[in-house]
């Protein structure tokens, strides 16, 4: 039996770590893109406030993609909230009627509706 001796030349490791994290962020900002603006076509509206601060944030460090808003009063649009019924509130004018304001989920759906879409586009990105 012969025997075959293989001897590699060039070291590409660095540029293929490089060209995958390239893609990977790539396919992260898509994704955030996307899922920011499925939030902001299921955020309710009043003032628009709340459905234009809808962003998305890519973390290499984490390989991770965060879409949310900063506006205060998000997680009561998104899981509800309870309320003092009788209470004045000047921003609105009025006096609150209802002990419970139902959810208005915009961020969750725009996540787990879409988790399929989202898998397609990394697979796309990766050349999987």
């Known amino acids: 039996m012969a025997n075959i001796e293989v001897k590699l030349t060039e070291d590409n490791v660095k540029e293929v770590l490089a060209a995958t994290d390239e ?24 003032t628009g406030n709340l459905r234009n ?12 993609v965060y879409v949310g808003t900063s506006v205060e009063y998000a997680p009561s ?3 509800g909230h309870h309320q003092q019924v009788g209470r004045y509130v000047p921003q609105i004018g ?18 787990e509706n879409h988790l399929d879409e989202y898998k397609a586009i990394f697979e796309e990105e990766l050349n999987i």
Not at 23 to 46: S, T
Not at 53 to 64: L, N, R, Y
Not at 99 to 111: G, H, N, Q, R, Y
């Open 77 to 79: 649009v998104e899981f």
């Open 23 to 46: 893609a990977i962020y790539n396919a992260l900002e898509i994704i955030g893109n996307k899922a920011a603006d499925y939030a902001a076509g299921l955020c309710p509206v009043d």
């Open 94 to 111: 009025k006096r609150l009627v209802r002990e419970f304001v139902p959810a208005k989920p915009f961020l969750a759906p725009a996540i």
């Open 53 to 64: 601060s809808i962003t998305s944030e890519v973390d290499m460090g984490e390989k991770a």
